[in-house]
């Protein structure tokens, strides 16, 4: 597609429900960010994947979290046992550098607003 | 670690008027990345400009422009003729020129008012 998409825009869970997150990058993009923004928050980092590779998970705040990227194009992050902490807006960004050094910046999603009741 | 602070958490202009948004960062690093990014209530991260650490000359893309000052570490976005789309939130971010992820400020609101 022309730009990032995600799905769904808005999830509610039940507080210990599992949750999955879709991110369908920009065709031909090797690298791909998930990022978690807090209400009022700048986005912060969880993970990174170069093709199906994920080359960074140092942001993912607990192990409930986990990320997947397959076939190198199509990403899901999965969120086990949600907490109301993990309410957010999750945010994924592709960019077409090998090395993610994209000097023109990533192009992001519109989100999904994930809240925990 | 590198971090990004910006100090100004909401701002407000009248529509055709000129505003400074500010933007300090922390690094060691001689070579990197800056980029301040608008979010409008839509949540997606829209790119507004950039700017390469080694370049002196400061960046200017139309009614956007920055005032880069690497020793002083500051990286300001002046919105020149505001207008009422320009209302969002915008983030200034930092990339280190080897890593690969992109490090953001916890943002700064403007409205731009009729």
């Known amino acids: 597609g022309a730009g990032v998409s995600q799905s769904p825009r808005y999830k509610v869970a039940k507080r210990g429900q599992d949750v999955a997150l879709r991110c369908d990058p920009i065709s031909g993009h090797v690298s791909l960010f998930w990022y978690q923004q807090a209400l009022g928050q700048g986005p912060e980092f969880l993970t990174y994947?170069?093709?199906?590779?994920?080359?960074?998970k140092s942001g993912l705040p607990s192990d409930r979290f986990f990320a997947e990227r397959p076939e190198g194009s199509v990403s899901t992050l999965k969120i086990q046992r949600t907490q109301q902490e993990d309410s957010a807006v999750y945010l994924c960004a592709s960019s077409s550098s090998l090395t993610g050094r994209w000097v023109y910046g990533y192009t992001f999603g519109s989100g999904t607003r994930l809240t925990v009741v | 670690a590198q971090t990004v602070t910006q100090s100004q958490p909401e701002m407000s202009v009248q529509e055709a008027e000129t505003v400074t948004l500010s933007c300090t960062y922390d690094?060691?690093?001689?070579?990197?990345?800056l980029f301040w990014y608008k979010q409008p209530p839509s949540r997606q991260m829209i790119l507004v400009i950039r700017?390469?650490?080694?370049?002196?000359q400061n960046a200017t893309e139309n009614r956007f422009s920055v005032n880069f000052q690497k020793a002083a570490k500051s990286f300001s976005l002046k919105i020149s003729d505001s207008q009422l789309g320009d209302t969002a939130m915008y983030f200034c971010?930092?990339?280190?020129?080897?890593?690969?992820?992109?490090?953001f400020g916890a943002g700064t609101r403007l409205t731009v008012k009729p």
């Open positions: 994947f170069q093709n199906e590779a994920q080359l960074d």
């Open positions: 971010a930092f990339m280190k020129h080897e890593m690969d992820d992109m490090r």
């Open positions: 700017q390469e650490a080694y370049k002196q």
């Open positions: 690094t060691s690093e001689s070579n990197y990345y």
